[in-house]
T-cell receptor, first 114, second 109 residues
Framework: EAQVTQNPRYLITVTGKKLTVTCSQN?????MSWYRQDPGLGLRQIYY???????DKGDVPEGYKVSRKEKRNFPLILESPSPNQTSLYFC?????????????FGQGTRLTVV | KQEVTQIPAALSVPEGENLVLNCSFT??????LQWFRQDPGKGLTSLLL?????REQTSGRLNASLDKSSGRSTLYIAASQPGDSATYLC????????FGAGTTVTVRA
């Protein structure tokens, strides 16, 4: 089954403790991205990757890191989480960014930073 | 920067009624537009992808129209059911997806 898998689904952590949210897709997609969703603000892009070893900032990259060492994986790293990073996070993948590119989303990771 | 507006923000209808969800966007230079469904606390499920060259796209009870030049898309859901209750998001793709705040639909049995 074609899917985007995120782990963990739920995470509660303390301020400053480094964490990683994993994302994996099995569709051989080149383009992957991370979004956060907050009430009243909608979904905002954090980082994206056009292909292996190619990443760039989205609209709200501060406080986040990413890496793309393999095509299927795109982990999101919070080096020193803060309470304002409490949010619902989504990973997405698509064949590319242009015509005929349908995006697929993971089930989300609900992160609480206390 | 692409700005996406969805109207209405919320909608409550009795079962069987047709739904009309509106989406407007500011930059018409898009490749395509995707409609998603999101259940509370859950992920986004892709409903329809409509290409910039298309005027309409249909899937079952769902029909999406696109007027790229005026920056508008409409999602029609025929004969609504309680299972259609969810938040619906539109996302124009102009190199990346931009999202509106969504329309939250409640279908009353």
């Amino acid at each position: 089954e074609a899917q985007v898998t995120q782990n963990p689904r739920y995470l509660i952590t303390v301020t400053g403790k480094k964490l990683t949210v994993t994302c994996s897709q099995n569709m051989n997609h080149e383009y992957m991205s991370w979004y956060r969703q907050d009430p009243g603000l909608g979904l905002r892009q954090i980082y994206y990757s056009m292909n292996v070893e190619v990443t760039d900032k989205g609209d709200v990259p501060e406080g986040y890191k990413v890496s793309r060492k393999e095509k299927r994986n795109f982990p999101l790293i919070l080096e020193s989480p803060s309470p304002n990073q409490t949010s619902l996070y989504f990973c997405a993948s698509s064949p590319g960014t242009g015509l005929y590119t349908e995006a697929f989303f993971g089930q989300g990771t609900r992160l609480t930073v206390v | 920067k692409q700005e996406v507006t969805q109207i209405p923000a919320a909608l409550s209808v009795p079962e069987g009624e047709n739904l009309v969800l509106n989406c407007s966007f500011t930059d018409s230079a898009i490749y395509n537009l995707q409609w998603f469904r999101q259940d509370p606390g859950k992920g986004l499920t892709s409903l329809l992808l409509i290409q910039s060259s298309q005027r309409e796209q249909t899937s079952g009870r769902l029909n999406a129209s696109l007027d790229k030049s005026s920056g508008r898309s409409t999602l029609y859901i025929a004969a609504s059911q309680p299972g259609d209750s969810a938040t619906y998001l539109c996302a124009p793709n102009d190199y990346k997806l931009s999202f509106g705040a969504g329309t939250t639909v409640t279908v009353r049995a």
